[in-house]
């Protein structure tokens, strides 16, 4: 079966096989944002399964861009911490990658103190009680690249295999490509062509960091469902210009792989409540026009070896896999000894067993369960 075989990325990086580990942020980091034991135990047990690839969940690359209490990778001092967690993703020979990210206009305020919010442009998210962040001077731009590129360099110092850009969920470079956000008129915004700049930018700073050989990925929403978002057609030109400048794979951020349906601003745990959004994955036209230059991650609804099967039928060459090892943690040997009428559906109904039974941090069990729908209950 494909989904076995293994993959060799463009950095000459060898995954064991299709698997990875989706990026899953635990909420559960110290404040200085290090990560403590059972952060690293909820990815150790996670990554024994023998994933091909474990992405981290995603390190904030400067101070006033946190979105939650999450790992770091904005400075020095958070080296130490940064060597654990890549030592407990790659327990079982798993590539062990950093996935990095600014929050821009949904970065909690909370955390970012007295520093104003800072965003492409003074336009303030969807979400409910959101502030309106300042608009970034060119300068603040250009030093936000610097922080991904030393993110990056910071990765490969703690001996990472690589970093994915979060490019994806509306997080800052999403918000770069996005018209709702970006409103600029300078080299970053204004048309199409600039918006894709912060993007790509960012993906060369962060090549340049890693140098040839460790791998470079970027995440991406494949379209905005909201009012005047950008389309498909606008991140098939963006994908195809990231296929183009050395990447090691592209993942695309779905709700479900099989549908066109992208996380949203606002984001709906118990699925949408009218959903236009046609049932037709956007999977095949990303890789028709990534054409192999690199390669294409799908996620979103993988819960089987069946599913994941689908993805790389659809065209896609790696599958993600989020809630399906939140839930079960022995997932992926499951599903490789045929034993996936073992897997567990869902979290306990006895709330005091899912820390202890699932490795799962005490502060992540109150993320989760404060969003009904959002992970299966048993
Ligand atoms: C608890 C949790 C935390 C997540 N954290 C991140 C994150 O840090 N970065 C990211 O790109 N996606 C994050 N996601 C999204 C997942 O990586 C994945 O794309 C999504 O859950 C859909 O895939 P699934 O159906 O396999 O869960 C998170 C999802 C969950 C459930």
């Known amino acids: ?28 980091s110290r404040e200085d944002g290090t990560a403590p034991d059972n952060e690293l ?25 946190r979105s939650w209490q999450g790992i770091g990778a904005a400075h020095d001092k958070h080296l130490p911490s940064l060597r654990r967690l890549a030592e407990a993703m790659r327990a079982a020979g798993s590539l062990a990658i950093l996935q990095i990210y600014d929050g821009g206009r949904i970065a909690k305020p909370e955390l970012i103190g007295e520093q104003t919010m800072r965003a492409p442009s003074a336009v303030a998210s969807l979400r409910p009680g959101a502030q309106t962040p300042r608009a970034m001077t060119s300068d603040e731009v ?72 460790l791998i470079a990925g970027f995440r991406v929403t494949p379209f905005e469902s909201e009012p005047d978002g950008y389309t498909l057609e606008d991140s098939k030109l963006l994908c195809g210009a990231l296929a183009g400048l050395g990447l090691d794979y592209i993942s695309v951020s779905l709700d479900d792989y099989r549908k066109s349906r992208p996380m949203r601003e606002v984001r709906l745990y118990n699925g949408p409540v009218e959903d236009s959004t046609p049932a037709v994955s956007p999977i095949p036209e990303l890789a028709r026009v990534i054409a192999g230059r690199c390669a294409l991650m799908a996620s979103g609804g993988i819960k089987t070896c069946r599913d994941a099967e ?62 009904p729908g959002w992970i299966p209950r048993l």
């Open 41 to 65: 135990e909820f990815v150790r047990r996670r990554a024994a399964g023998g994933f091909g690839a474990v992405i981290s969940s995603a390190a904030y690359v400067a101070d006033d861009g």
């Open 142 to 213: 250009e030093s936000l690249i610097a922080s991904f590129r030393d993110a990056a360099s910071r990765a490969r110092e703690a001996g990472f295999d690589g970093v994915e850009i979060h490019g994806a969920n509306h997080y800052a470079v999403h918000q770069f490509f996005s018209p709702r956000a970006n409103r600029r008129v300078d080299r970053w915004g204004g048309t199409l062509t600039k918006r894709m700049s912060f993007p790509l930018a960012v993906a060369l700073a962060v090549r340049d960091a890693l140098g040839p050989k």
């Open 310 to 371: 689908g993805a790389i039928e659809l065209g896609a060459d790696l599958v993600a896999i989020g809630r399906a090892v939140v839930v079960d943690p022995e997932w992926l040997s499951k599903v490789r000894s045929s034993s996936e009428a073992s897997i567990l559906a869902g979290l306990p109904k006895d709330e005091r067993e899912i820390a202890a039974a699932l490795s799962i941090p005490p502060r992540m069990v109150e993320y989760l369960l404060s969003r």
């Open 1 to 28: 079966m494909v989904v076995w075989s293994p993959f060799r990325l463009n950095s000459g990086r060898e995954m064991a096989n299709r698997f990875a580990m989706a990026p899953l942020t635990t909420d559960s």
